[in-house]
């Protein structure tokens, strides 16, 4: 394995018939975009391809070769990685899923500082967020303190399968155990009456 970037031509670059990444037509005119006004891209990664000398399979990178494409390059910059089946098959469901997320305090910043120096309608062409996304963020106050949550106040879910004849029979129980006057969602009334038949079913037993 390397890590060295080497230039390779974009007709000896395949894509993997498995890749699991797809783009929006939105995001990829974005991308496109902005490799056009920067000249600047992630190198792509790739493998050698074991039966064809000289030609490479591409394991990240499929749509930054075919903005390259669109936008008339002739090579890519490329990281080699001598990997095998298995290893490919991996890096293929995890590479575009761990890239983590914003913090929240510092992609309001950058916006914010952007936002200077171009309008809504101008970042909306190179960033991933719509105008309106990027207005609301940049308007967006962050709280200075976290709001303090009950965590008793979050309900519990409860997850079980019953045949027919045992559903009709705790559907029956439960209209009986209804409150309809109480000024609750269906789903509180309901999780209420379930609780209701246990507390019965507890004062029988002792």
């Known amino acids: 394995m390397t890590n060295s970037i080497q230039s390779i031509a974009l007709d000896k670059l395949e894509f993997h018939p498995d890749n699991p990444n797809k783009q929006s037509r ?8 902005n490799i056009g006004r920067t000249g600047r891209y992630e190198p792509l990664i790739v493998r050698p391809c074991l ?3 000289g030609r490479f399979q591409i394991i990240n990178g499929h749509h930054r ?7 008339g390059y002739e090579k890519a910059d490329c990281i080699i990685w001598d990997i095998n089946d ?19 305090d510092k992609k309001l910043k950058l916006l914010k ?5 171009l309008e809504y309608h101008e970042l909306a062409k190179f960033l991933p967020q719509t105008v309106k ?3 609301r963020l940049t308007k967006l106050k962050k709280p200075i303190a976290p709001a303090k ?8 879910p409860l997850v079980f399968f ?22 609750m969602t269906k789903a509180a009334k309901r999780a209420a009456a379930l609780a209701r038949v246990a507390q019965t079913f507890l004062n029988m037993k002792k």
């Open 26 to 33: 939105v995001i990829f005119a974005k991308l496109v975009r």
């Open 51 to 53: 039966k064809k000398a």
């Open 65 to 71: 070769w075919q903005a390259l494409a669109r936008l």
């Open 86 to 104: 298995e290893e490919t098959d991996i890096l293929l469901t995890t590479l575009n899923r761990l890239g983590g997320s914003d913090q929240l």
């Open 113 to 117: 500082r952007l936002n200077k120096r």
């Open 133 to 135: 996304q990027i207005e």
């Open 149 to 156: 949550i009950n965590a008793g106040s979050f309900a519990n």
């Open 162 to 183: 019953v045949n027919d004849t045992q559903q009709q029979q705790i559907e029956k129980a439960l209209s009986m155990a209804k409150e309809p006057k109480a000024k």
